[in-house]
């Protein structure tokens, strides 16, 4: 009894704190609204997840009429993100700058010294946390986790992982994969994950760990298989997919899909795009996009969200530590 009243109490007045939060967020986003078109700069390139995503946001933004100035996509993808995080580094305090960013947001400044602190940055946020899967070519006639740890084992370095970039996500689970399994394979980087996925249809390539978003028309058309999901419990949209978990491999991996602004950006417009995107995490395409494209909705603001990038890129310098990277400090 005394537990229950104890956890009405709490929840009551976190209910009241998050009510107070939203009102005051909504009072600073009602004094400023953007003055000119707003840069969403994607630090990725065209085709992929990342690409994808932010197009989608701009999408419904612009069709539910959630900023009062166009949101204007743009792509500084070079150097594995390097070139989006110098970008934002160099625009602080522009209140007309959002960026979409992956987990290469803490690993590329782990790996690389572009003189880039994302402690520095002013948290927008957190949308959803994309999934990763195991994709092999229809034509291999591999269908298990078992079979594709067999076939790498027989191939040695002439089997080809294709993924996006070198260090950022899909290098790292093919690492963890690596690793779990004593396998040595040759990692082949591409652009974009939308360039990943046709190579593997292409036969270019061997296996990839495509998000489901970047490889779902070629899985729809029968001409990719997905063998295992790198996920706490099986995604609704691939129900006969097993986890690696409960194959007995702990490897777990998933990749934040959050937006930042510049240092020092107006506590006013931060205020804006906040309820922005709170609006956009509600409305009926993004909640549908998330169920079929099997992304795990995560809305996250402010403090907490900070804290959040701050711990995982603690867990990415593991990763990066665990790899021998040596461009990692």
Known sequence: MAYTFTRRIAMGLAASAAMFATTATGALAEGWKPQKPVQMVIMAGQGGGADRLARLFQSIIQKENLSNMPVLPVNKGGGSGAEALRFLKDNEGDPHIIMATLNSYYTTPLR??????????????????????????????????????????????????????????????????????????????????????????????????????????????????????????????????????????????????????????????????????????????????????ALMPAFLTGQPLQEYFLAEREKHQAILDAMGDDSSS
Not at 184 to 209: C, Q, R, W
């Open 112 to 293: 690389t010294d572009i003189g880039v602190n994302i402690e520095d940055f002013t948290p927008v946020a957190r949308m959803a946390e994309d999934t990763f899967i195991l994709w092999v070519n229809a034509d291999s006639g591999i269908t298990s986790l078992e079979e594709y740890v067999a076939a790498v084992k027989d191939a040695g370095k002439d089997w080809k992982m294709g993924g996006t970039g070198t260090g950022q996500e899909d290098s790292l689970v093919t690492a963890m994969l690596e690793k779990e399994f004593d396998l040595e394979m040759t990692y082949v980087p591409f652009k974009g994950g939308g360039d990943v996925a046709k190579n593997l249809v292409g036969n270019h390539i061997n296996s990839t760990v495509n998000n489901p978003s970047e490889q779902m028309g070629f899985y729809n058309a029968g001409k990719s298989v997905p063998l295992v999901a790198f996920t706490p419990e099986r995604l609704a949209a691939f129900p006969d997919v097993p986890t690696a978990r409960e194959l007995g491999h702990d490897i777990v991996y998933a990749m934040q899909r959050s937006f930042v602004a510049p240092k020092g950006m107006p506590e006013e417009a931060v205020a804006y795009y906040t309820a922005m995107f709170e609006k956009l995490s509600q409305s009926e395409e993004w909640q549908t996009y998330t169920s079929e494209k």
